[in-house]
């Protein structure tokens, strides 16, 4: 449902939000520790940037860091500069009219409305305040995935939060 970009900007935000303290941390940090391809995760900074989320501040101790407070961000918000509108075009209007035309795009009209209320109710102070689980005991269950926010010291990190 959410595009790679889109994950990447929402796992930077948080070590971001954990992290920065008011400083900016650099990109090659941020790297480091969401274990991802520094050009990739730069694109996706400068996504944030344009769209007001983020400030990049240049200079030898220059990096990113929030330009609003994170109870101000809104998951619609980085969704959007990540990857763009939510829309749900799946069939022709009959001109003039705006109903939909058959029960498949009432459907997904109905789901883009549900995600886009869902995604404005939380925002990025939501999910600072709920740190990942702690990873199981043993080797990893086959085809289990892991948590998207248990990248490298998130747990230590939300540890130290609280």
């Not at 740190?131 to 086959?142: K, M, N, S």
Request: proline residues 9%; charged residues 15%; positive net charge.
């Amino acid at each position: 449902m959410l595009t790679q970009t889109c994950e990447l900007a929402i796992r930077a935000l948080v070590v971001l939000g954990l992290e920065g303290n008011g400083r900016p941390t650099s990109p090659k940090r941020l790297a480091s520790r969401l274990d991802c391809s520094p050009s990739y995760l730069a694109k996706t900074l400068r996504a944030l940037v344009k769209s007001g989320i983020l400030q990049s501040v240049r200079g030898a101790h220059g990096g990113f860091l929030l330009a609003r407070p994170a109870a101000d961000i809104t998951l619609l918000e980085i969704v959007e500069s990540s990857q763009g509108l939510l829309v749900a075009n799946y069939c022709r209007a009959i001109a003039g009219h705006q109903d939909p035309v058959c029960g498949f795009h009432c459907v997904m009209r109905k789901l883009q409305e549900d995600t886009v209320a869902t995604l404005s109710s939380w925002t990025l102070k939501n999910l600072l305040e709920q740190p990942p689980p702690e990873p199981p005991p043993g080797p990893p269950q086959p085809g289990a995935l892991p948590c998207k926010m248990a990248f490298t010291g998130s747990v230590d990190i939300w540890r130290q939060q609280l």
